[in-house]
Structures are given as C-alpha cells and as structure tokens.
C-alpha cells in the first residue's frame, strides 16, 4: 500500500537551531510531494512543493526540502528555528504509478521550539 | 477571504444521529476532498471528487458515510447512526486540477464533531 512515513514524532529544539523533519514514501514512479504546517488552532497550510525540475525547493518562512529519488525521501529543513515554528509538520503525497489525486499524508512532527 | 470554507465549526452529537457537514471549496478549484484526523494523527484520506464525479472513496470508509456534490461546487458529508468512534475532526480541501495532476490542495478549518 502506499505510504509516508515520518519518523520524527516530536522534536524539542532551542530557537537558532537547524531543523530536519524526515520523509519517506512508498510509491512507485513519478510523485508530487508536499509538506504542509499546521500552526497551534490554525488550519493546514502549504509549506512548500515539488512536481518536478530542481529537486532542492524553496518554500515560504525559510522552509527548504530535498527530493532524493533514490532514497524516496522529501526532508525538511531550516537552518535556524524561531519559536514562532513551534507547529506540527506534515509529509504529504500524491501521484505515483497509480496516478491517485489523492493525498497521502505522514502521521506528522510535532515541532516545539523554545525561546 | 475566498479559502475553502466548512460549516458548522463544531458539532457535538448524540451516539445514534445523524450529521452533515457543508464544504465551499474555492470557487474555480475542480476538486474537492474529504479527510479525517484524529489527534496525533496526520489527515486520513476519506473521499474526493471531480467536479460532481466522486472518483475515490477510501476503503475504511463504512456504509454510514456518504458524500456528495450535485453542482460540482459544495460538497456535504453525512455520518448516519454515529458512533463514539467517529469523534473527529473532518477537513475538507480544494485543489485546481492540471493536465499533468500536480496541484496543492488548500484547505479549510475543518468541522470538529464529537460524540457523546
């Protein structure tokens, strides 16, 4: 079945500390992939994505991921935290050989960062 | 603001009722999904269509669940006989389909229903 998989319930970092949220899928051929913020009361928001082209992508609030095909990972970084990216971080799929518009979602990280 | 839209917000109801839940999505967007999520959990797939076609439904989905859209613009999610086990938060969300499929879907507050 297809699949996300993030493996970072909840990491606790201080503000000005570099993040990695980690993501990886389960389809086969060729996927879009997203992560998506849910900031505390707030709905859903797009942090950034990829269809295609440059694998490394830039998203809004400083937000960065990498696609690595061989790896089927889409991770998550910033360089350095503000505790106003206390949050929780969603992985998110869709595509792939079955060419499903659906999306797939991790179970997400719940990100805190202390001031 | 023209987001996707759910309503009500929140709806506590008795084991048994029935609900529905009402989803605007944005007014040019061709697609419109239904997900679930549980605390601790990411969003659950449920449903989605095409415009009125509803293309997908998630094979966890019992038969008191339905789903529709007539017009291909809102779409209502009715929960017949609920269940303490159906207390959550229901989201709705809209993409603008392409040629190629690659879009992002926005999404709305989402309806939190709880079941007592």
């Known amino acids: 079945a297809q699949s996300v998989s993030q493996h970072n319930h909840h990491v606790i970092l201080s503000e000005a500390a570099s993040l990695e949220l980690g993501c990886n899928y389960s389809y086969g051929g060729t996927v879009n992939l997203f992560w998506y913020v849910q900031y505390p009361g707030q709905h859903l928001q797009l942090l950034l994505k990829y269809f295609s082209g440059d694998p490394l992508v830039k998203g809004i609030k400083g937000f960065e991921a990498e696609f690595i095909k061989s790896k089927f990972s889409f991770n998550l970084r910033k360089p350095s935290v503000q505790w106003s990216d206390t949050a929780e971080y969603f992985c998110a799929v869709n595509g792939g050989v079955s060419g499903t518009y659906k999306y797939i979602f991790g179970t997400g990280t719940r990100l805190k960062v202390l001031a | 603001d023209t987001g996707v839209s759910q309503d009500p917000r929140h709806k506590i109801t008795k084991r048994g009722q029935n609900v529905t839940f009402r989803c605007d999505p944005i007014?040019?967007?061709?697609?419109l999904y239904w997900y679930r999520q549980t605390l601790g959990q990411g969003p659950e797939f449920l449903t989605y269509f095409q415009n009125e076609a509803q293309l997908e439904k998630s094979r966890l989905l019992s038969d008191r669940f339905s789903a529709e859209r007539p017009k291909g613009s809102f779409s209502t999610l009715e929960i017949q006989r609920t269940e303490q086990g159906d207390s959550a938060m229901y989201l709705c969300?809209?993409?603008?389909?392409?040629?190629?499929?690659?879009?992002?879907?926005?999404f709305g507050q989402g309806t939190r229903l709880t079941v007592v």
């Open positions: 969300a809209s993409s603008l389909s392409t040629g190629t499929g690659s879009a992002e879907a926005f």
């Open positions: 007014s040019e967007h061709n697609r």
